[in-house]
DNA sequence: CATGAGAGGATTGTTAACAATCTTTGTCAA
DNA sequence: TTGACAAAGATTGTTAACAATCCTCTCATG
């Protein structure tokens, strides 16, 4: 059952796709919506009160944008990124971002840094109450906020379907055990942007991400262990 | 009136979304659709033998890659950039595209290095020919299947949107009396690629796009220009 | 002659009914 | 008990009609 009662049945305003997918968005990087959770138009319309036009067209945009599963005649199921595919994700996420940080460093203001610190503090307090799901959470969105700073629509698009899709990937491939905080890093990061440092906000940038990809286990047999506990507990529901 | 007649209408069996997609955007890179053309339902409907619901879904998507303009009640229309979006294409292009090139540079094969300088012979066939439709659109090409490769269907995916909104932006800010071919560059690209010279490689794709970039020309009066026309061409109609 | 109101037509947005497919359930026989 | 088969139910895909909005042309008026 889909766990969007809370936020999302209060505000009957949502008007355009943009809203649902945002929406969706964020409850993927929550990991409320595990992979493989099917997501069917009647339950869709009712959590966001819209008509069903609007639900298809917007599982047909989260689609296009690898985060949904479009499967003919049987339905809309959030996506299990392959292995194959989570490599492409970090591949395109180390391709992007540390050019990302490297304008926002050049772009942020006074009022930039200040924003993304407080951001920052933030993500250090949920992290610190143990609010695992509010720390997932921010943490995605610091990426996502670099990209504005940097000035950037095009960029910003990307990285936020590339963020939402790396939770699909930890939510797969595990970071069960290891501590999935790198909050020190995002302060690094963020040193090197208020210096205006270019360089080393890239460089920053690129080894925090490889450290988020070291940190998920992308050796396969996880992939298959957790195949199978989905296949058998599918047996048993 | 749209000019989809010839290469579009003859096949009836378009079923997905994304062929539509993909035939739209072949047509803007070729520059048979110029940027503000308006897509009407009906005509799109007759030009690719499908229901509305397609076409109207194929606009979404068309919409959410910033290829098409979608305006409440008043249809959708081939995107205009605005300059400061040609920029941020540019940039975002700068930042994706020479770790493409790496990235091919390392995985390249034999077949592949084969495959592409073929590619590169019907480029400078068309240049030599005048064909200026094919070579813009083997030129655009060439990227993409860079992206190819690479390997890497999210990155393949971005560099092809990019390469499509930098069509309309050629369209609207020029290089119209400049020659837009820089067959030379590509095949400079291709050689650094041919020996697994990743760095080579990028650096020569960073150069290449600069040099589209400095061929458009981004001084705004140009835009205002363009812009006038079209008022005064649609006032005479 | 310019301007604005309004009717008509055309286009887009939405809904609801229908068709097609898949899933589940129940039954029967091996 | 297990498996196959069929019917019922649920879900998705498509179509067509309807509603709402916008555009254009006409015509009256200052």
Redesign the interface.
């Known amino acids: 059952m889909l766990k969007i009662s809370d936020d999302e049945m209060r505000s009957e305003d949502l008007v355009d796709?943009?809203s649902i997918v945002g929406r969706i968005y964020e409850a993927i990087i929550d990991q409320r919506l595990p992979p493989g959770t099917k997501l069917s138009e009647a339950t869709l319309c009712e959590a966001f009160g819209v008509g069903r036009m609007r639900v298809r067209?917007s599982l047909?945009?989260l689609s296009?944008r690898?985060v949904v599963d479009l499967q003919n005649n049987r339905g809309a199921y959030v996506a299990q990124p392959t292995l194959s595919?989570a490599l492409?994700?970090f591949?395109?996420r180390?391709?992007?971002e540390p050019?990302?940080a490297r304008?926002a460093a050049e772009r942020a203001n006074g009022a930039d840094v200040l924003e993304l610190s407080g951001h920052l503090d933030m993500e250090a307090d949920a992290q610190k109450k143990g609010d695992r799901r509010l720390a997932i959470r921010l943490s995605g969105q610091f990426h996502v906020k670099l990209a504005e700073v940097a000035k950037?629509?095009?960029?910003e698009r990307?990285v936020k379907e590339?963020v939402t899709r790396t939770s699909l990937i930890i939510g797969i491939y595990g970071a069960a055990g290891t501590k999935n905080c790198h909050d020190d890093e995002h302060r690094e990061i963020l040193t090197a942007i208020g210096g205006n440092d270019g360089d080393a906000a890239a460089t920053l940038m690129e080894r925090h991400l490889r450290h988020i990809e070291r940190q998920v286990d992308l050796s396969s047999d996880r992939k298959q262990r957790v195949d199978l506990i989905k296949i058998l507990s599918r047996g048993a529901s």
């Open positions: 796709e943009e067209r047909l945009l296009s690898g595919q492409q994700v591949e395109a180390r391709a992007i050019n990302v304008l950037n629509e095009v960029m990307m590339l």
